[in-house]
């Protein structure tokens, strides 16, 4: 989907550098979902039941566009 690939990239262009290992696993791990669930993570209508995958999901929701 082109909204996710935007979200992704603006995270990869402003945090990527920036975020530590473990937190680059969980991007990984973000990656690896089907994209229907990212989509409805990223709109708002559902969260991930795993914490860390929910946290991230809010961080690149709320970056600048």
Known sequence: MRELDQLF???LDTEW????????????RLLDCED???WHWFMGHE???DAELAALVQRIRSLPV
């Open 17 to 28: 550098r920036r975020d530590s290992e473990p937190q680059r696993g969980v991007f990984l």
């Open 9 to 11: 990239g603006r995270y």
């Open 36 to 38: 229907d669930k990212l």
């Open 47 to 49: 969260t991930p039941s």
